[in-house]
């Protein structure tokens, strides 16, 4: 069983940058693909970085240029470095870990979420 714990949310001005960070426990984790999600009042979820086991990067269009996803194996943690923050960046941030299983299966963890508020 994978575990994530997400961590580094809070309350931020308009144009100013957080850091999020997403440790796993359980699995290999170096061969994950790993994501940002996040979910605004209203809203579905949607996804905001992800990150394979190779480094290979995608971002949503909204955060393209502003938000970097990261990886460290050797600490089984992702970050999200979120710069140049907008209130519409609020909402609640989700950390995922896909792990593939041996007959090609997908199986999809979640972490518990953080709050990222971004208002003056």
């Known amino acids: 069983q994978v575990q994530l714990v997400e961590s580094g949310g809070g309350l931020v001005q308009p144009g100013g940058s957080l850091r999020l960070s997403c440790a796993a426990s359980?699995?290999?984790?170096?061969?994950?693909?790993m994501g940002w999600y996040r979910q605004a009042p209203g809203k579905q979820r949607e996804l905001v970085a992800g990150?394979?086991?190779?480094?290979?990067?995608n971002y949503g269009d909204s955060v393209k240029g502003r938000f970097t996803i990261s990886r460290d194996n050797a600490k089984n943690t992702i970050y999200l470095q979120m710069n140049s923050l907008k209130p519409e960046d609020t909402a609640v941030y989700y950390c995922?870990?896909?792990?593939?299983?041996?007959?090609?299966?997908?199986?999809?963890?979640w972490g518990q979420g953080t709050q990222v508020t971004v208002s003056s």
């Open positions: 995922k870990a896909r792990r593939y299983g041996l007959s090609g299966n997908e199986y999809d963890y």
């Open positions: 359980g699995g290999i984790f170096s061969m994950f693909t």
């Open positions: 990150i394979t086991s190779g480094g290979s990067t």
